[in-house]
Nanobody
Framework: QVQLVESGGGLVQAGGSLRLSCAAS????????MGWFRQAPGKEREFVAA????????YYADSVKGRFTISRDNAKNTVYLQMRSLKPEDTAVYYC?????????????????WGQGTQVTVSS
């Protein structure tokens, strides 16, 4: 199994920045993709960004393209989400996810491992 632990969430003013981290442990050699999803109160979980574990191919939701950057450090088994120009509508619990499967980068059902989530609150 794989364990994922997120960190880096918090409260920030609109226009500010935060960097989320997701540390993976366990059978990390089995991971082929990592993603970030978020869920705001009363809304469904939505895709934010994803990256292939080895190739570095990146995927972004249109709502964050140009503001968020996903990256990974394989030596540290860690994936990052750099968030800039944050907006109040970015407020949500952010989840890190991973999977051995190559398909379904934007589909939460295509991920097998999930972190506990970290709260991001953007004040106006």
């Amino acid at each position: 199994q794989v364990q994922l632990v997120e960190s880096g969430g918090g409260l920030v003013q609109a226009g500010g920045s935060l960097r989320l981290s997701c540390a993976a442990s366990g059978r990390t050699f089995s991971i082929n993709k990592m993603g970030w999803f978020r869920q705001a109160p009363g809304k469904e979980r939505e895709f934010v960004a994803a990256i292939t574990w080895s190739g570095g191919t990146l995927y972004y939701a249109d709502s964050v393209k140009g503001r968020f950057t996903i990256s990974r450090d394989n030596a540290k088994n860690t994936v990052y989400l750099q968030m800039r120009s944050l907006k109040p509508e970015d407020t949500a619990v952010y989840y890190c996810a991973g999977s051995p499967r190559f398909r379904g980068f934007r589909d939460s059902t295509a991920y097998d491992y999930w972190g506990q989530g970290t709260q991001v609150t953007v004040s106006s």
